[in-house]
């Protein structure tokens, strides 16, 4: 579609900083410190490390990098140049899940994971359904170009994220009980996205008032990590409108989606 002049339409792309509460975050946590964590504003896998520091009440620094121009400081800790980074002294680690265990690890305050051996591996089994089959559904939906291939789409996330719920502790609100914990955190970058990029972007419902699933999705958008980490709605759409399109070099992970293959 052109605008009125004939000008075509302007693309939209990422941000390359948070805006609203996440910037006031990014911006109360930019002192030099000994863990450091190399993120992108717009990225859900950020904002799952993200989201445990400041559950945990960690002491960190935050530095906001471009991803795609890949500066030396992220390469350093990751020599893929993919985000979040995690530097810690002179020792640097990466992917989200590895990271959340390590800090998990390096303090026990606010354990995030069941002091049982049972709970933690049921904890860990379901971040692994979010991570095989919950994320890449997301992204096969958003990418669909065609109507058919939505619908599809659609109904097998929905299918995935009912299974969550389902083994989620009855009352709730959250998927262990009462507190934020370990799967919740590996969630909730994509339920804030929920809302935020599959609903203006592929029509995404709103929960069904009174379910557990909609008690699950407002608890976890009211926790005050995730609001502190979460920007204003216009850097979302505008992040994922290269998705939404399904254009050429919008990604890795949307090349993989594309391809079929695993996430990187």
């Keep these: 579609m052109s605008q009125p002049n004939g000008a075509p339409k302007e693309k939209k792309t990422y941000h390359k900083q948070a805006s ?9 946590h930019a002192s030099d410190h ?17 989201i445990s520091l400041e559950l945990k009440a960690l002491s960190y620094q935050y530095i906001e990098v471009d991803p795609y121009a890949k500066p030396q400081s992220l390469l350093d800790v990751n020599p893929r140049g993919l985000v979040p980074g995690l530097r810690h002294g002179d020792w640097g680690c990466y992917e989200s899940t590895v990271l959340m265990e390590y800090l998990e690890d390096l303090d026990q305050t606010k354990p995030l994971l069941p002091k049982d051996a049972k709970g933690r591996a049921d904890s860990r089994l379901w971040s692994d359904h979010i991570n095989r089959n919950v994320i890449p559904s997301f992204y096969h939906f958003l990418q669909a170009q065609e109507t058919a291939k939505q619908v599809s789409e659609a109904g097998v996330l929905k299918e995935h994220i009912s299974k969550l719920v389902a083994a989620a502790d009855e009352q709730g609100p959250f998927f262990l009980g009462e507190d934020m914990t370990f799967v919740d955190v590996q969630f909730a970058p994509w339920v804030i996205r929920l809302r935020k990029v599959l609903q203006p972007y592929r029509g995404w419902p709103d929960p069904e008032p009174g379910s557990r699933w909609e008690k699950w999705v407002t608890a976890i958008e009211q926790a005050e990590a995730t609001k502190r980490t979460t920007s204003d709605d216009k850097l979302y759409l505008d992040s994922y409108e290269r998705y939404a399109e399904n254009r050429p070099n919008t990604s890795m992970l949307a090349k993989a989606v594309n391809e079929g293959r695993g996430l990187p």
Excluded at 20 to 28: C, D, K, Y
Excluded at 34 to 50: A, E, I, M, N, T
Aim: aromatic share 16%; charged share 10%.
């Design 20 to 28: 609203g509460l996440a910037l006031q975050t990014a911006q109360a």
């Design 34 to 50: 000994p863990l450091k964590l190399y993120g992108s504003c717009f990225c859900p896998f950020v904002q799952r490390v993200w």
